[in-house]
């Protein structure tokens, strides 16, 4: 009975309500599903599964929630602001406040060092990155037109940017005999090759810092790829969201500098932007669209009337992001946190024999475990993972997930947690490693895991996962995300 109801509920909806291009029945998902089921607690749940795919940064709450309790003004839910209530509590604009707009222009500008200043009445709001980055697509591309992505990528991009909009992603190949670096050879070669499918490339979109690199890009990069998409006369998406998450050199080299210094047509330059990885505050749903052009920001406006920022949220905002002293102070101590998790982190991890990509931002490492696969295969990445889940209980993410083409990276997030989790983490691979060399020396394969009996797609559009806001020890009670079989496969 449950069964044709759902089957005739599917029939009444709609193609894209009920298309797969959400992605759910990605790797990304199933290990969020095995956190889900049994999450860990220090006390409650200490043989849980630790969340470590999840790209969220607490680290400084403590200096938000000191900044709220000496700035009671900014709320108007407290006795000291509540006299604004009426002022913000009715309808607002969809330009935004203008001092959110003033405040937020001012912070883009103060974590690119002050080396390039942003037009407030260029930013338009959305809710979230997700939002912001399927706003943008919304305005630059009809459904069927396609976008490049140089791969490892936001696994979420194919929901991001095409599950509604109808817009498709071409893969741009890099890999790691150049740390992944993107190069003009291998976006001329993507595009030529969309040219021969008969693709409409209507741009490219980068992430600068990589999600799930965690690296910058360098001038001359940017400077190639912006020559690249002049030359084609295409749009360039930057997502820019991890700008403030950069604890070492190189720094971040925003585009919006890198344009000041060469010709090109600016009509073509958009940024993405938001306060959920910088600020760490992702359930604010705080997303930006900057961009060079006048008629985008024309048409961004209409249609972020469907995701406003709460107006509540503006003013809260607004007030903090103003204040010079703390932000200077929060930024600073924000990078030097992350730099200390960082090294402690990739340190345990070396201590083991597992390495990473060398990085320098982010919220996550990329984890080269390559020799430990027995076949460099994706089905053989995906049983190395499941064995990471159900018997190590870590949820981290594999590569395949991020379309990387090289089995054996995964990508794992060491920032939102405390140092207590991150010990027990550690401790958890030191074992696993362990267990593996004393296997090793008997037996020629020493990683065993059951193939899963699963319809698992590695297709582009199933790699993807909304990164919602939680806790570290527990995930949102207001999940989306159905229970599955495929993590007990072993």
């Known amino acids: ?81 509540v006299n604004e209530f009426r002022n913000i509590a009715i309808f607002q604009d969809y330009h935004g406040l203008p001092e959110f707009r003033n405040a937020v222009a001012k912070f883009m500008g103060r974590v690119r060092g002050g080396r390039v200043q942003f037009d407030p009445n260029r930013i338009v709001m959305s809710g979230g990155a997700t939002g912001a980055n399927e706003l943008i697509m919304f305005c630059l591309a009809d459904p069927g037109d396609a976008f490049l992505v140089p791969s490892p990528c936001y696994s979420a991009f194919g929901r991001d940017l095409g599950w509604r909009t109808g817009v498709n ?136 009337s469907f995701g406003l920022v709460s107006s509540q949220t503006q003013y809260l905002l607004a007030a903090m992001l103003s204040d010079e002293k703390f932000m200077e102070s929060y930024l600073a101590e924000s990078s030097r946190r992350l730099a200390k998790r960082h090294a402690i982190f990739t340190k345990g991890l070396e201590q083991v024999g597992i390495t990473c990509l060398t990085s320098n931002a982010g919220l996550f490492c990329w984890m080269d475990l390559r020799r430990m696969l027995k076949e460099q295969k994706t089905e053989a990445e995906i049983l190395l993972w499941l064995k990471i889940i159900n018997d190590v209980k870590l949820n981290v993410s594999p590569g395949s997930s991020f379309q990387c083409s090289e089995p054996g990276w995964y990508r794992v997030c060491f920032a939102n947690m405390d140092d207590d989790t991150v010990d027990v983490a550690l401790k958890r691979i030191r074992a696993f490693v362990d267990q593996g060399k004393r296997g090793a020396d008997h037996s020629s394969t020493p990683l065993k895991a059951k193939r899963p009996k699963t319809n698992l797609r590695l297709s582009f559009s199933s790699r993807t996962l909304e990164e919602s806001v939680m806790s570290p020890h527990m995930m949102s009670p207001n999940s989306p995300i159905p229970q599955s079989p495929l993590v007990r496969a072993t």
């Open 1 to 81: 009975m449950a069964m044709g109801f759902v089957s005739e509920n599917h029939q009444i909806l709609s193609k894209i309500a009920t298309s797969d291009r959400h992605g759910e029945n990605s790797a990304y998902f199933e290990g969020w599903k095995a956190y889900d089921r049994n999450p860990f607690h220090p006390t409650k749940n200490p043989h849980g599964v630790i969340q470590m795919g999840l790209a969220e940064n607490p680290l400084c709450f403590d200096l938000i929630e000191e900044w709220i309790r000496n700035n009671p003004k900014a709320s108007i839910c407290t006795p000291e602001g």
């Open 169 to 304: 992603l071409v893969t741009v190949n890099c890999d790691s005999s150049n740390n992944f670096k993107i190069t003009k050879a291998a976006l001329e070669a993507a595009y030529e090759k969309a040219q021969e499918d008969n693709i409409n490339v209507k741009g490219l979109i980068i992430t600068n810092p990589s999600n799930p690199l965690g690296t910058t890009l360098d001038r001359e990069t940017l400077k190639s790829v912006v020559s690249f998409i002049n030359e084609k006369n295409i749009h360039l998406v930057c997502d820019e969201i991890y700008a403030a998450t950069v604890f070492s050199s190189p720094g971040f080299v925003s585009v919006s500098e890198v344009i000041q210094e060469m010709e090109c047509n600016r009509d073509l330059i958009h940024i993405v932007s938001s306060l959920s990885k910088d600020m760490g505050l992702p359930g604010f749903r705080v997303g930006i669209v900057y961009s060079y052009n006048d008629a985008v920001v024309n048409c961004g406006r209409k249609m972020s």
